[in-house]
Nanobody, 113 residues
Framework: QAQLVESGGGLVQAGGSLRLSCVASGIPFSINVLGWYRQAPGKQRELVARISSSGGANYADAVKGRFTISRDNAKNTIYLQMNSLKPEDTAVYYC???????WGQGIQVTVSS
């Protein structure tokens, strides 16, 4: 059974940091393009960062220089290191595997001003 499980969210003050993790099972992991998306209240889900099977990454303009996506194929895990957080980063964050279109259940990140 395919499953993506996020962890590491929570409440943080502006300027702080959080590290999200997403553990995958039952999916083709090492060959997959993996990503983090987010959805704020009243807004559409948007891509935050994506990492290819070879490790190449791209980022939304809003998070460039502050967020870093990485992957550990041995652990079937992807990460999102979020630094210099801003209130506008508040959203539910989802991990995604492109091949097969798998999604995690989402995790709340709240940044207070």
């Amino acid at each position: 059974q395919a499953q993506l499980v996020e962890s590491g969210g929570g409440l943080v003050q502006a300027g702080g940091s959080l590290r999200l993790s997403c553990v995958a099972s039952g999916i083709p992991f090492s060959i997959n393009v993996l990503g983090w998306y987010r959805q704020a209240p009243g807004k559409q889900r948007e891509l935050v960062a994506r990492i290819s099977s070879s490790g190449g990454a791209n980022y939304a303009d809003a998070v460039k220089g502050r967020f870093t996506i990485s992957r550990d194929n041995a652990k079937n895990t992807i990460y999102l290191q979020m630094n210099s957080l801003k209130p506008e980063d508040t959203a539910v964050y989802y991990c995604n595997a492109l091949i097969g279109s798998y999604w995690g259940q989402g995790i709340q990140v709240t940044v207070s001003s």
